[in-house]
T-cell receptor, first 112, second 115 residues
Framework: GEDVEQSLFLSVREGDSSVINCTYT??????LYWYKQEPGAGLQLLTY?????DMKQDQRLTVLLNKKDKHLSLRIADTQTGDSAIYFC????????????FGSGTRLSIRP | DTGVSQNPRHKITKRGQNVTFRCDPI?????LYWYRQTLGQGPEFLTY????????KSRLLSDRFSAERPKGSFSTLEIQRTEQGDSAMYLC?????????????FGPGTRLTVT
């Protein structure tokens, strides 16, 4: 998705925090999402944030939104081997925020 | 299992043949979406339905592609005269759009291989 950009790879040590970054282009996006895709599995909605929020926390996940810079991040605290996956950042588009535009995904690998 | 289901999970077809995929959304969801995902990329939006009405179609959806949701429940995606470039994972998602958000839940996908 050319409208949403992410780095392709991230490697972290088990137990450390992972921070996955994303930039988007549409300032009118209503929702911004993080999805997780494990090998051979479908997309799992992890969390999403309204565009009028700066931060959302859900257990080990923290989402930060900087609307001025159109920057979104996902922090995973105490990263575990089960967190290995591809993480997709996405923004909503359209008058009813129905269309989701995905980035190309960040592959997170965990080293012991 | 009350999640989104898709059938078949895998389809191999020869170039020029027609294929049809089915998606059964989560039962109370009013919106249904089709996406396509190729290797190393994120899903690309194809089309979506609100109940039985098809409200938006991507320019990626050529005239060889048609989607229906006749009774506002399950949906079918048909590709006519398949081409090798149609090889991809076809994903279906559903949601119950409310004023509090639009959480799209994805099915496992149908992997299409055109030989």
């Amino acid at each position: 998705g050319e409208d949403v950009e992410q780095s392709l790879f991230l490697s972290v040590r088990e137990g450390d925090s992972s921070v996955i970054n994303c930039t988007y282009t549409d300032s009118s996006s209503t929702y911004l999402y993080w999805y997780k895709q494990e090998p051979g599995a479908g997309l799992q909605l992890l969390t999403y944030i309204f565009s009028n929020m700066d931060m959302k926390q859900d257990q080990r996940l923290t989402v930060l939104l900087n609307k001025k810079d159109k920057h979104l991040s996902l922090r995973i605290a105490d990263t575990q081997t089960g967190d290995s996956a591809i993480y997709f950042c996405a923004e909503s588009k359209g008058s009813s925020a129905s269309k989701i535009i995905f980035g190309s995904g960040t592959r997170l690998s965990i080293r012991p | 299992d009350t999640g989104v289901s898709q059938n078949p999970r895998h389809k191999i077809t020869k170039r020029g043949q027609n294929v049809t995929f089915r998606c059964d959304p989560i039962s109370e969801h009013n919106r249904l979406y089709w996406y396509r995902q190729t290797l190393g990329q994120g899903p690309e939006f194809l089309t979506y339905f609100q109940n039985e009405a098809q409200l938006e179609k991507s320019r990626l959806l050529s005239d060889r592609f048609s989607a229906e949701r006749p009774k506002g429940s399950f949906s079918t995606l048909e590709i006519q005269r398949t081409e090798q470039g149609d090889s991809a994972m076809y994903l279906c998602a559903s949601s119950l759009a409310t004023s509090r958000g639009d959480e799209q839940y994805f099915g496992p996908g149908t992997r299409l291989t055109v030989t």
